[in-house]
C-alpha cells in the first residue's frame, strides 16, 4: 500500500503519514485508516459539490461545468467517430490524436478545479479528479492506491476504471482485441495528473475490457521513471520531430546537434517538448512547410522559441545536411550589417586586413535564419531585399557579385504592418518575407504544456548543476501555471534553473525559490482558507507586480483591516469572511471583477461565496 503524505502545520520535519484505505463508492469521500475521517480540514470537493458546478441552459442551447462550456454526445456518435478515424488514418494516428484530446480535457479539468476550489489542500483536490471524470460520464474510477507527496512533488497511483464506454464502443466496433484501448480517457488522465503536480506523468493501460477483462487497471507515475516512455510520448506528440527523449534517456549522453558554418551553438538543451492545440497548430505548419524552399516568416512575442522552430525547419526539410547559419539583427551595429550579411573584401575600409565572406555565403546551400528583422536599417532593408530578389551578393569593396542559393527564414517580435505604417519598414521586402508565415503562440496560451516544460527544465538543469530535486510543491506549481509570463518559455526556462540552483538537494522547488527579483514577483492578495485564517494567494495575471515578502504581504492585510475593526465586536469565521467580500466590493465600487482581484479570487468563486453569504 502506497501511503499518502501531507505536511503538518507547515513543519517540514514533521509529517503525518496516512494510507488511503479506501475509496468510497458513494459518497467518493476519501477516507482515513480506521476512523473514516476526511483527510484534513481542506476536503476536497465531494461529487455533491461538484454536481452543483454543472449548469443547463436548455433555452439558449448551452451546458456549463464551472464555467467552461460542455457538450453532450452520444456514446454510440463517439464510437462512429473513433472508427472512421482508424479506417481513414489509421489505428497509430487515431491513438495519438485521441490521446492528445484527453490530455486537453484532463489539464483543463485540473485548472477549472483548482480556480473553483483554490483553499482547498492539494492532496484532497487531487482527488477531485476522478469524481470529476466521472461526472461527465467517462468511467467511474476507483483508487486502489497513490501515493502523492504534496510537499515533495512526488506521485504513484494505481487505479480500476469501470465501466469506460470508450473501451466498450471499441470492442463493439472492433472486437476483443490484444492491446488496450482507452487512449481519450489514458490522455485525460496524464493531463490532470501532470497539471495538478507540475511535472509529466505517464499512465499505462495494463488491463483493458476492450482485451476481455472485467475493468480496466492503469498504472501512473512520473515520467523518468518509467522505461521505454518514449512510445508513450510518441501518442502525445503532434509530430514526429517533437522531442521523445526529453524525459528518458539523460541528455548529457544525447549526441548534441551542431550548428554548422556559425558559431556551433550546441541545440541538445532545446528540445521542442509540448502538447498543447496551440503548439501543435504551429508543428503542423511547421512540417507542410519544410519540404518546400519557401521563405518562413515567424511571428509572436520575444522568448517563445521562434529560433528553435527556424532550426527544427532546417532538420526535418532538404537542406538538413547544409549549414544553418543564425543572425540576431539587433545584436549588429548599422555600421557593419552589410559586412556581416555580405562579407568584405580586404582593403574595403580600415581594419579589413583580410577577405571574409558574410552570412550569406556561409549559408551557401543550407538556411540563412534573420532573427528581429525589424530592427535593420532603411538602408539594410533595401540591400537584403536586392540580394533576395537577384540570389547574389557583392562583398563591401568587392568588384563582382557572387552567386547564393539560400533558404531565409525571418522573426520579428513586432507587427511589421504596423512597422509599415509608421515609414520604418520597406513594404516589399514584408511582402518578400511573408511568403509562409508562422504565428508562435506565447505561453500563456498554451498552459497545458507548462508542467511539462517545468518538469523537463527541472530534470535538464539538474543534471546541468549536479543537483537532485523531487519535484514542485503544489504552491509552486499554482503560481507558476497561473503566471502570466511576459517572458514566456525563455523566463519559465530562467525561473526553474533558478529553482534548481535555490532548493535543497534532495528537497521540491519551492515558491520562495522561483521569485526572487522584483521584476518577476507577483502581487499577492489575502483569501479565506478553510480553516479561517487569511491565506496569501499569488495572482501571477495581475499586471501589478510586487515583491513575495512578509513586510510586503503584511502592508497588503493592513491596508484592508483597519476599516473593519473598527465595526465588529465578536469576531466568526462567517462575519470575518462576509466582511472581507463586502468590503472588497465596496472598494471596487460593486465591479464584482475587480473585487475578486483584490480577494486573489476568479469572478466565479467570488460569485460562489457570495450566494453562500445570502440567505435562502
Known amino acids: 500500500m502506497y501511503d499518502l503524505v501531507k505536511q503538518d502545520g507547515g513543519d517540514m520535519n514533521k509529517r503525518e503519514r496516512i494510507s488511503l484505505a479506501e475509496v468510497s463508492r458513494t459518497t467518493g469521500k476519501v477516507l482515513n485508516r480506521g476512523d473514516s475521517e476526511h483527510l484534513n480540514e481542506g476536503a476536497p470537493p465531494t461529487l455533491e459539490d461538484i454536481t452543483q458546478s454543472l449548469h443547463f441552459s ?32 489509421g489505428a497509430e494516428r487515431t491513438r495519438g490524436l485521441l490521446t492528445r484530446v484527453g490530455y486537453s480535457a484532463g489539464a483543463r479539468d485540473a485548472q477549472l478545479l483548482r480556480e473553483r476550489w483554490p483553499d482547498a489542500d492539494p492532496a484532497a483536490l487531487f482527488s477531485a479528479g476522478p469524481r470529476m ?29 469501470h465501466h469506460s464506454g470508450e473501451g466498450e464502443v471499441h470492442a463493439a466496433d472492433f472486437g476483443i482485441g490484444t492491446e488496450p484501448a482507452c487512449w481519450m480517457q489514458t490522455g485525460y488522465a496524464i493531463g490532470y ?52 527523449t526529453a524525459y528518458s534517456e539523460p541528455q548529457a549522453h544525447r549526441k548534441a546537434a551542431i550548428l554548422k558554418g556559425d558559431d556551433e551553438r550546441p541545440y541538445a538543451d532545446k528540445e521542442m517538448v509540448g502538447v498543447s492545440p496551440a503548439f501543435n497548430a504551429a508543428c503542423h505548419m511547421l512540417k507542410r512547410v519544410a519540404p518546400t524552399t519557401a521563405t518562413v516568416l515567424f511571428t509572436g512575442e520575444s522568448g517563445v522559441g521562434k529560433e528553435l522552430f527556424a532550426y527544427m525547419l532546417h532538420q526535418i526539410g532538404r537542406r538538413k545536411g547544409q549549414p544553418f547559419v543564425a543572425v540576431n539583427c539587433a545584436a ?24 571574409r565572406p558574410g552570412r550569406f555565403e556561409r549559408a551557401s546551400g543550407g538556411t540563412l535564419f534573420l532573427d528581429e528583422i525589424a530592427t535593420l536599417s532603411l538602408v539594410a532593408q533595401g540591400k537584403l531585399l536586392r540580394a533576395l530578389q537577384e540570389g547574389e551578393i557583392e562583398r563591401v569593396g568587392g568588384v563582382r557579385s557572387t552567386k547564393v542559393d539560400v533558404r531565409l527564414v525571418a522573426a520579428t517580435n513586432v507587427d511589421l504592418r504596423e512597422e509599415i505604417r509608421q515609414g520604418r519598414f520597406r513594404e516589399d521586402l514584408f511582402f518578400r518575407l511573408n511568403v509562409f508565415p508562422i504565428h508562435l503562440p506565447p505561453l500563456r496560451d498554451r498552459r497545458d504544456d507548462i508542467p511539462l516544460l517545468m518538469g523537463y527544465f527541472m530534470r535538464h538543469y539538474g543534471q546541468k548543476h549536479q543537483r537532485r530535486l523531487t519535484g514542485f510543491t503544489a504552491r509552486a506549481v499554482d ?60 495572482n501571477a495575471g495581475s499586471a501589478a507586480t510586487a515583491t513575495l515578502t512578509p513586510a510586503a504581504a503584511g502592508k497588503e492585510l493592513l491596508d484592508v483591516l483597519p476599516a473593519m475593526l473598527g465595526e465588529a465586536k465578536n469576531w466568526s469565521l462567517d462575519t470575518l469572511e462576509s466582511t472581507l467580500i463586502l468590503a472588497a466590493v465596496k472598494r471596487a465600487d460593486g465591479n464584482l471583477s475587480a473585487a475578486a ?20
Open 58 to 89: 436548455p433555452g439558449d442551447g448551452r451546458i456549463w461545468l464551472n464555467g467552461q462550456r460542455m457538450q453532450l454526445l452520444h456514446m454510440s456518435s463517439l464510437g462512429s467517430l473513433r472508427r472512421e478515424l482508424i479506417e481513414s488514418i
Open 332 to 355: 549588429i551595429p548599422e555600421t557593419l550589417i552589410e559586412s556581416e550579411l555580405f562579407g568584405v573584401e580586404r582593403g574595403a575600409f580600415t581594419g579589413a586586413t583580410v577577405s
Open 479 to 538: 503560481a507558476l501555471l497561473n503566471y502570466h509570463f511576459p517572458g514566456n518559455i525563455r523566463e519559465l526556462q530562467n525561473l526553474v534553473e533558478r529553482g534548481v540552483i535555490y532548493a535543497n538537494e534532495d528537497g521540491p522547488i519551492d515558491l520562495p525559490h522561483l521569485f526572487t527579483s522584483g521584476e518577476e514577483a507577483q502581487a499577492s492578495y489575502f483569501s479565506l482558507a478553510q480553516t479561517g485564517r487569511l491565506t496569501s494567494t499569488t
Open 133 to 161: 471524470h466521472s461526472l461527465e460520464g467517462a468511467v467511474k474510477v476507483e483508487a486502489l492506491h497513490f501515493e502523492f507527496d504534496v510537499e515533495l512533488g512526488t506521485y504513484r497511483g494505481e487505479f480500476l476504471w
Open 597 to 616: 482581484r483584490m480577494l486573489g479570487l476568479t469572478r466565479p468563486q467570488l460569485s460562489y461565496r457570495m450566494k453562500k453569504l445570502t440567505p435562502e
Open 193 to 244: 495528473t501532470s497539471s495538478m503536480i507540475g511535472r509529466l506523468t505517464i499512465y499505462r493501460e495494463i488491463e483493458c475490457c476492450s482485451m476481455g477483462h472485467k475493468h480496466c487497471r492503469l498504472i501512473g507515475k512520473p515520467a523518468d521513471e518509467w522505461d521505454n516512455v518514449e512510445e508513450d510520448l510518441r501518442f502525445l506528440n503532434a509530430e514526429a520531430f517533437v522531442s521523445t
